[in-house]
Every structure is written in structure tokens, then in C-alpha cells.
């Protein structure tokens, strides 16, 4: 499996390169077009329920000599990267940006860091190949995961088979940079729960959750990295496993419900391959601070702008969530997973979780 | 070990209590003292190189409404924490915080979790028993951990025997939030690196630098957490390896090797226990900026300030760190590990690592 990705990817590189060789042939003056990413040429895509690119394009041509030297950039950095998978080598953004001042050519060298980055996130538009399968590493690294989930993974010092219960620690198994090394074998799973908080993901493992109710545990860890979204997606996809996500009951926690589901703005281009439009919300709902009668903090300005701002956002234009946003925004209260704990450190995994799954029809 | 400590653990809070019960008794106010946390009370102890606190005293007695109430929310933290120990469970400082909502007299509950959090520290110090003993969880996760080390994690699911390098994926093995549950089994380590940032940690192991020196490494992942501190000084402690710290190049970063060696001033009841003295500095160091020619970052005012208060204190005081304090002021640079990267991806484990070890005597 990762073998044709890394053929292929170098193969698209190339064909890159190519273009520019022909252009050159031809007597053209080289040119490469992206759609242009800024947010008034994102679309939500009704059918698929994620973020794409409108059809928008800008053109980076050699008729100046700025844009010269970013197809100069270009080549070399695709000279790299291709170097890089024949190797079966990777490396970070941050390591390409200060490579670039080993290379021979002072003006293909980056001058800041924001300038390779753009440069990489462009090439996987225009080579529809992602940063992982060129090998680029991401600097955070993903989260963790317990369950019943028995996996296979391709590292570069052989084969791991990794069961994530059985031969883990109480840390669990550490999602690797490229989830896609990872092959999933069996599983005894009836659903995957993505869960935001550390402290909220350890009472779960303490209490058993996962083992009582056949759950895969994904920690999120904050706004999830984009290798904790795309394992979370292939659960979906290739176990068929109901995937629901339980986080804090604020409008930032939404939003982290949001990039689960319906991708970033940041990442549009490649919703298709993080985003998981099956995913459901479990909570904290705004019903439920009322419902459960939880403790709450009083929402601030900006989490009263922010919920408006959600009430506007094609992701959120649900009944379901404009009732929540609203309820929410009319109890001006807001709770954490943990204020659960109030009820005793058992309510979440015997009482309020099963009520949700059930109400839900995951359970 | 883990239930002897438990045990322990349990003890030493019921003594607590059963102090107040004899002050009670003997028809004295009570009252518990403990030493005064702030910065004035901080001395650095030179025989140990780490910090600790001084002989200033404040005492919490129930001669005040104020008084009264402390002690008795201590009281009630001390049943629900022995309880806990008594069933084996754990929780977090934020669900402890969330849970005395529940408890039956109103006047025990805390009124915000800066409360909690430091009454837990307060009975850390009087009771001399570590909040990790106590059962208590941090939020933050551990680190990971990636070498030729061969352990026995005691979870709550029964044992776990993991080898660092062969039973664990990419990612490496998740330090569990509690370290002392670890039990090292074996060893071919000849040293341990312990490296600030996920992109250096991923590129050592990509490398392979762990299988061809020998080396555990643990990934720092900026100021590291307790956890992640404890088990460095295990690994110093018990199986008497050297422990090196890799990170940037910047005062922020000689920061956290402080942390990691001396202590931190938040944490100084604990530093016997999380304390590494015996740690040495890899780098970056600043000569190492004009050494190998690193690309670089100008320091900023607030650079500057943070390298002149190092000056001052007294972890940095010694010939070593004054010169390399004095350099960086003087180039006024700063160099972030990858940005060995200028001199290609294996300059830093085929160059400047067997080098700078070699210098230090660990190689």
C-alpha cells in the first residue's frame, strides 16, 4: 500500500516537472495554476458535507522574476522530494525550509518559513498527492488511541502488530505521523469515540469504557492533528464503525467537531481524505448543561461571537445545531467534559454517555 | 512497589487527619502548617543543585471563618483521597475541582479550581507523598519514549512487558501519566537524550540514532511534563545512565534544561523526585551557532531579558553557562535544532551529535 503511494507521488511530482519541460519546449513561458486559497473561494460541498476550493485559480508564471523564482522553488523542492521517496527518507516543513540553504541555486533558497509551507501545501493541490505521501512530516504529532483494534503497522524497522488494549500501556498506542503505514486487522469495535480532553480520555480508559462497550478510543488532543483525522476517517470508511465525537459544550469545541466532520478551511483541499461527514456530535450539548444540571462558566464575548459566527456557517445550518447555538446563546453558559465529575466520576461512563449512545441510536 | 506506595500514600493522609483529631481533642485550634510558596522562600540547595524550599512558614488554623473553611475542605479532599486509594481509582486535579459540588456541606465545596489545585499541592508538601501517589492526574499527557529499553508497565488491566524499540510503532511508547508504575526489566543502553522538539525526535528516530548509539530517547515535547521528568531521573537513577538534553538554541529552551536538571520553581517540594542534576547540556549551545555556521534568528528584547535573568540565577551559574550566555548576547543569535538541517538531514545524527558526545565524555 505504501509502496504505489510513493511511486505514484513521485510519479505525479514529475509529471510536474514535466509540464514545465514542455512549456519550455513548446516556447511558453512556464506557468503552473492553483485555485486560490483564500476563504472567499471556499465551498461547501453540499452532496459530500465537507469544504472545497471554488473555481478560482491563480497562476504563478515565469513572465516576472518573482514568479520565476517560485517555479524555480518549485522544481527544486520537487527535485527533493522525489530524491526523499526514492530514498524512502521524510523530513518536516521546518527541516525542507532550512535545507533549502544547502541547495546550489542562492535563488531557490526560501526566505521564510511561511514560504515553503505555501509552496508544499501548492504542490499537493496541483499534484492531488498529500503532504504524507510525499513523505513531509508534520512538527505535532498525533494523538493516541484504545480499543479493540487490532493493527498492523509498516514502520522503517519492519512490521509491527500492535493490538490497542492488549499490548499497549495505560498511554495507549501513539498514532505514528503517517497513519496510512497502518493496516487495520481485526477489530471487536461497535463504535469509535473521539474525545478532546486528556483528563476526559483517562477517566474513560480508568473506568473501562472501552472495554464495557466495545469502543474505540481516539484522544483528540485539542483541535486534532491531521493524522488523528485521518485514521478517525478510515475507521469510518474501512471498519463502517459509527464515529461520534464528545467534547467540551463551548463554541470552540464545536468548531473541533467541525474539522472532524466537515474539514478546514485551512486543509479544503483535502477533505476528502481527513473529513468524516458520517461523524456525530455526542456533546456537552447546550441541553445537556441544562438537562444534567451541570456546573458552568458564564460564556464570554468572544464565545458569544463565535457561536453567531457558527449560526452563519454552512457546517452548522442544521435544526440541530441552530437549536443547540441557540439554547446556548439564550442560558449564556457554557461546561466542560469534566464537570461531568459533579454527578461522581462514574456519571459520564455509566449514565450520561449510554443515555447519549442510546438517544443516538449508536447504542 | 505501586501498592506499597499506595499504602503509603494512604497513611500518611489519615495521619494528617488524625492530627486535627488531636488538636481537637486536646482543645487547641487546629491547625496545619506549611512552608511559604513564593519566590522570596525558594532557596537553591548546593549540595543537592537542586531547588527547595526555605524555613518561612505559613500556618492555615481554624482561629478565622477563612481558616476554618480551608481545613475543612482539606479534610473532606483527604477522605475523598483515600478513599480513592482505598478502591484503586484515580482522578484529575479539574474533576477533584468539579467533584466537591457533590459533597453534602456546601461550605467544604472550593470556589475555583485555582483552590483545588493548590490545596492539593499543600498536602503534597505537608504530607511528603506525591500527587502521582495520591492518585491524582495531570492533564497533560506524558511523552514517548524510543530505545533499546525492555519494561513492565503495571496497568490496571493486568500487566504489560513492552520493549521501547520492537513493541511499539513510529510513534514509540506513550509514558504513562504515573511513571512509578514502570518497572525496568532491561537494558543495551549506553545513554539517554532526551530532545525538546517532535521534528528533531522523529528525524533521530528516522535516522536510526537510537539502534546505532544505543540511546533512549525521550521526547521532551517542550517544557516536559512530570511524568516525562520522573522517568528521566529513573532512568539516571536506576540504571545509572548518563542523560543528555537537545534542544534549541534559545534561553526559553535552557530553560527546560533546567527544568529537567535543577528543578522548576513551581515544583520545588518535588525536585528530589523529579530532579535530573547529574543531566548535561547537548545543545544547541551558542558557540555552536558560529561553530557550524547555523542559520539563524535575531533575539528579540525579550530574548535578551530572559538571557539576563539567567545570568542572575543561580542554576546558571557556573563557567560553562556564562561563557555560552556571553557568546549568545554577543552575537545576539539564536538557532533552532532543525536548522542543522542547513547542512543536510544526516548532518545532525552523522556530525554534530557523535560530536558534541564525544566532547562531553558520554561517547
Known sequence: ??????????????????????????????????????????????????????????TRSANSVRGARKLLKAIYTIDFLSEQLEEDRSSTLRELYYLSESWDVNEAQFSSQDESNQL?????????????????????????????????????????????????????????????????????????????TGGMRDRLVENGF??????????????????????????????????????????????????????SIKSAHLSEYLATPEAQFIGIQPEDIVEYDLPTDPLSDSDINALESELEDPRFQTDYWEEQIEIQLDIEKKSEQQSLASHGLDFVTETYLPERLEAMGVL
Open 120 to 196: 508544499v501545501e501548492d504542490l499537493e493541490i496541483v499534484s492531488e498527492v498529500t503532504r504524507e505521501d510525499f513523505h513531509m512530516r508534520p512538527e505535532e504529532s498525533g494523538a493516541t488511541i484504545m480499543g479493540p483494534l487490532y493493527l498492523r503497522e509498516q514502520t522503517r524497522r519492519g512490521e509491527r502488530e500492535i493490538h490497542c488494549q492488549k499490548d499497549v500501556g495505560e498511554g495507549g498506542y501513539q498514532i505514528p505521523n503517517n497513519p496510512d503505514t497502518i493496516e487495520f486487522l481485526d477489530n471487536d469495535a461497535d463504535f469509535v469515540l473521539c474525545v478532546e
Open 1 to 58: 500500500m505504501s509502496a504505489d503511494n510513493e511511486a505514484e507521488a513521485q510519479e505525479k511530482l514529475i509529471d510536474l516537472a514535466a509540464q514545465f519541460y514542455d512549456q519550455f519546449d513548446r516556447g511558453e513561458i512556464p506557468e503552473m495554476s492553483v485555485p486560490t486559497r483564500t476563504k472567499s473561494n471556499i465551498v461547501f460541498d453540499e452532496d459530500e458535507d465537507v469544504w472545497v476550493y471554488g473555481e478560482r485559480e491563480s
Open 210 to 263: 472501552d472495554e464495557k462497550y466495545n469502543t474505540i478510543i481516539v484522544h483528540l488532543k485539542g483541535q486534532p492533528a491531521r493524522a488523528t483525522r485521518r485514521i478517525t476517517k478510515r475507521l469510518q470508511d474501512e471498519l463502517d464503525l459509527p464515529v461520534t465525537v464528545f467534547t467540551d459544550g463551548d463554541p470552540w469545541s464545536y468548531r473541533i467537531f467541525g474539522s472532524v466532520a466537515y474539514g
